[in-house]
């Protein structure tokens, strides 16, 4: 599916990794994936003498890599499919990011907790600079297809992205449904109209330029959900709506921004990471873009 062949899981040794673990295992399977490098990074912290004599397997990535390697068999990894386990000292966001590049990573599986520990920091930094997709798997993630998809759009390449990416997921067209948020302009009172009138001519706008959306990229017609914007931001307006719909799984198409002031993914979905720890949601990106900068940047 979408060439997802190389995969990195990021590890951080609490029991998050379980789920992680399980849930990688079930996509092989699933996704044909042909490689999964794992991967613990822990910081480059000075202990106390007394702490490493007391704990000395703490620091031992030996121990760690046994440790996780026994644990990825136990959760029944196919046979035949390549996996790696490394764990290392120094920054996880630089490490994961440089592994991502030299293995040529076509995907990045990352953990969102919800209330086990862990604030969820290095899934946002990693989204934010990552060269590829990137998949957050929740705690309450099934190990069954989702039922029920929310592909947010703004009729860009990205929005067909994450729709054609759908549909090869799912078994059943019904399960898609498209979201897109309008607006209406602040000087739409020098028109002479109403704010409804106004908000009706913008609506029509935005289901015209859907359909000539799905006729441009070859795209069947699914359900779309268009949602006036009001004082929320638009991916909390998501969020709502994703919530009162009964969504199980997000797939937001997002363009690199590549400025040297911020490596970012677009705001959106950039917001919606940060709101979201209870949706798993796949931030859908073209791989290498943006990958000049990153090179850049790690030469500094």
Same mark, same amino acid.
Not at 76 to 92: D, L, T, W
Not at 260 to 285: C, D, F, R, T
């Given at each position: 599916?979408?060439?997802?062949?190389? @995969?990195?899981?990021?590890?951080?040794?609490?029991?998050?990794?379980?789920?992680?673990?399980?849930?990688?295992?079930?996509?092989?399977?699933?996704?044909?994936? *042909?490689? @999964?490098?794992?991967?613990?990074?822990?910081?480059?912290?000075?202990?106390?003498?007394?702490? #490493?004599?007391?704990?000395?397997?703490?620091?031992?990535? /030996? =121990?760690?890599?046994?440790?996780?390697?026994?644990?990825?068999?136990? /959760?029944?990894? %196919?046979?035949?499919?390549?996996?790696? @386990? *490394?764990?290392?000292?120094?920054?996880?966001?630089?490490?994961?990011?440089?592994?991502?590049?030299?293995?040529?990573?076509?995907?990045?599986?990352? +953990?969102?907790?919800? *209330?086990?520990? +862990? !604030?969820?920091?290095?899934?946002? /930094?990693?989204?934010?600079?990552?060269?590829?997709?990137?998949?957050?798997?929740?705690?309450?993630?099934?190990?069954?297809?989702?039922?029920?998809?929310?592909?947010?759009?703004?009729?860009?390449? $990205?929005? /067909?992205? !994450?729709?054609?990416?759908?549909?090869?997921?799912?078994?059943? %067209?019904?399960?898609?449904?498209?979201?897109?948020? $309008?607006?209406?302009?602040?000087?739409?009172?020098?028109?002479?109209?109403?704010?409804?009138?106004?908000?009706? #001519?913008?609506?029509?706008?935005?289901?015209?330029?859907?359909?000539?959306?799905?006729?441009?990229?070859?795209?069947?017609?699914?359900?779309?959900?268009?949602?006036?914007?009001?004082?929320?931001?638009?991916?909390?307006?998501?969020?709502?709506?994703?919530?009162?719909? +009964?969504?199980?799984?997000?797939?937001?198409?997002?363009?690199?921004?590549?400025?040297?002031?911020?490596?970012?993914?677009?705001?959106?979905?950039?917001?919606?990471? =940060?709101?979201?720890?209870?949706?798993?949601?796949?931030?859908?990106?073209?791989?290498?873009?943006?990958?000049?900068?990153?090179?850049?940047?790690?030469?500094?």
């Amino acid at each position: 599916m979408r060439n997802f062949k190389k @995969v990195l899981v990021g590890l951080d040794l609490t029991p998050m990794d379980s789920v992680l673990i399980q849930h990688t295992v079930n996509l092989v399977r699933f996704l044909g994936i *042909e490689t @999964v490098y794992f991967v613990h990074v822990s910081q480059d912290l000075t202990l106390p003498e007394e702490i #490493i004599q007391t704990y000395p397997h703490l620091l031992d990535f /030996a =121990h760690i890599e046994q440790g996780v390697s026994e644990a990825i068999l136990q /959760a029944g990894f %196919p046979e035949g499919v390549a996996f790696e @386990v *490394e764990a290392r000292k120094g920054s996880p966001t630089e490490a994961i990011i440089r592994h991502s590049k030299t293995k040529e990573v076509d995907l990045v599986i990352m +953990g969102r907790k919800k *209330e086990k520990k +862990g !604030s969820g920091s290095l899934s946002k /930094a990693i989204a934010q600079k990552s060269p590829c997709s990137v998949l957050f798997v929740t705690e309450n993630m099934s190990l069954e297809l989702p039922n029920n998809y929310m592909i947010p759009i703004d009729f860009s390449t $990205y929005s /067909a992205m !994450s729709i054609e990416l759908a549909q090869e997921i799912s078994d059943d %067209p019904n399960r898609i449904r498209c979201y897109h948020i $309008y607006e209406v302009p602040a000087g739409y009172t020098k028109t002479g109209k109403t704010f409804e009138e106004f908000s009706e #001519i913008m609506l029509n706008n935005a289901k015209k330029d859907y359909q000539n959306f799905l006729a441009k990229h070859g795209l069947p017609e699914f359900d779309c959900t268009f949602i006036r914007k009001n004082d929320r931001n638009r991916a909390k307006i998501l969020m709502k709506a994703a919530k009162e719909a +009964g969504v199980d799984f997000i797939i937001i198409g997002s363009r690199g921004r590549t400025d040297s002031a911020s490596l970012l993914i677009g705001s959106v979905a950039e917001k919606l990471i =940060h709101l979201n720890n209870k949706i798993p949601m796949l931030v859908l990106k073209k791989k290498g873009e943006n990958m000049h900068f990153l090179e850049a940047l790690f030469r500094i």
